[in-house]
């Protein structure tokens, strides 16, 4: 274990060299109380659910690539790991749970069948750990979605299925967030596309609205739940278009004051969800952002401190968007200790909102203003090396949670004493 002593030491320098630029270290640290992150339940088992013994993955563009062993198959085993993630951050969280991942007692209930009674187990859960929890309908990996079309079905039958799995979990969702006394956002993302150049591109676009305002027609109080809708550019088989377009969704809250939520990997490469805030937060009251980090495609990787990930960060603190802007993960690697990975990728968006709140944005607001570009230029670059880290690992002591990287070690003990001990590792890592 670290040196208290050092620690203290060196953040106490680097308090100094941040107040010489105006930045107050403690109050950055006391901001940070305000960045809840949602935790996405499905990085401890790779999309896979309780719906069915054995769930399996399939099609509508999810795909979680790698076999590790140790992974989460039963209700149990996921709060376990939770907890283990939890214990290890700093800061506070949220789950954010998917319809699949009901506690459904062995018991067989399609989608068009739940009722908060599946996922009282889970708000109980919540209510022990003091977090909110979100919610999102699963509109994929199911028999109604194996053609590539869920509520954007022209199939009646199908799509009136789908409807009713989303009426219901806005209902769950209202009931999550008045026992819980915290909004649930509910997201809705479908896997709704065609491989190849389809003709009747409207047709499908005119269907998945009119699902919507069907499934979003009855209107719950805000102090309950929220309602997000998450766009996206293409998938795998789903190259030549996805019905819920970034233009759709973006048109669709809007016109109905709903949440938009932009997943880091859902857009051209080149284009930063950073970028994308300010724009929508002044058509939006709130969004929701999924975090993720999408390697040439929407790999969903896990979170590392990077360029769009920090860019993301920083909009959201210098423009004080904490409270319009709900912070949620994406990402699902099952080729590496799951738990690690969850973990790393957290603290990596932590990071990168501590390092965002560290930034002396009124002195840079000011040298733009008056044209001073290589001044600016100049301390953004020099900011990126400050003793950024003797503040984070300060938090972190203070946070009474394992600082740098004694975190490693933390998720090996975990590894052995849990994880390893799970029957099916007898399967052979691929
Ligand atoms: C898929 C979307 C969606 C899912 C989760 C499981 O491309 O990003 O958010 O990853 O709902
Ligand atoms: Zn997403």
Redo the contacts with the bound molecule.
């Keep these: 274990m670290r040196n208290t002593e050092l620690i203290k030491k060196a953040y106490k320098i680097a308090k100094d060299q941040y107040a010489d630029l105006g930045v107050d270290t403690d109050a950055a640290m006391a901001k940070m109380k305000d960045v809840v992150i949602s935790l996405?339940c499905?990085q401890t088992d790779d999309?896979g659910g309780f719906e069915t013994p054995d769930a399996e993955l399939s099609g509508g563009?999810?795909q979680a690539t790698g076999n590790y062993p140790g992974k989460a198959t039963t209700i149990d085993q996921v709060r376990t790991d939770l907890e283990q993630v939890l214990s290890l951050l700093p800061g506070a969280q949220r789950l954010n749970l998917?319809a699949i991942y009901g506690d459904f007692q062995g018991e067989k209930v399609d989608r068009d069948q739940i009722e908060v009674r599946h996922f009282q187990s889970w708000i109980d859960w919540c209510k022990e750990q003091g977090i909110g929890m979100d919610f999102?309908a699963s509109c994929f990996s199911h028999r109604r979605a194996a053609d590539g079309y869920t509520l954007s079905s022209k199939n009646e039958e199908n799509r009136k299925f789908w409807v009713e799995h989303l009426k219901r979990c806005r209902a769950i969702s209202a009931e999550i967030g008045k026992q819980l006394g915290s909004p649930c956002v509910h997201?809705t993302?479908i896997?709704d596309g065609s491989k190849d150049i389809p003709v009747d591109r409207n047709g499908y676009r005119t269907q998945l609205k009119k699902s919507l305002d069907e499934a979003t027609a009855f209107k719950y109080p805000k102090e309950y739940m929220k309602d997000a809708v998450?766009s996206?550019l293409f998938?795998i088989g789903l190259e030549s278009m996805t019905v819920g377009s970034h233009d759709f969704y973006l048109g669709y809250a809007i016109k109905n004051n709903l949440l938009i939520c932009l997943?880091s990997?859902?857009f051209h490469p080149t284009e930063q969800v950073g970028d994308k805030i300010s724009s929508c937060l002044q058509f939006v009251d709130e969004m929701l952002l999924?975090v993720?980090r999408p390697v040439r495609w929407?790999s969903?990787h896990v979170v590392t401190l990077n360029d769009d990930v920090q860019l993301i960060a920083s909009e959201v603190m210098r423009n004080n968007f904490l409270s319009r802007v709900n912070l949620g993960l994406?990402f699902?690697d099952a080729s590496i200790n799951r738990i690690g990975a969850y973990v790393t990728g957290t603290r990596a968006t932590q990071k990168a909102f501590l390092f965002a709140a560290l930034e002396p944005t009124k002195k840079l607001i000011e040298l733009e203003e008056n044209e001073k570009y290589f001044e600016r230029l100049a301390l953004l670059e020099e900011l990126k090396t400050m003793p950024y880290s003797a503040v984070w690992d300060y938090y972190c002591l203070q946070e009474a949670v394992p600082v740098g990287v004694d975190y490693i070690e933390e998720i090996g003990k975990y590894e052995s004493e849990v994880l390893a001990r799970r029957s099916h590792n007898l399967s052979k890592h691929v």
Excluded: C, L
């Design positions: 996405h499905w999309v563009g999810i998917h999102n997201n993302w896997p998450e996206k998938g997943d990997g859902h999924h993720t929407d969903d994406d699902f």
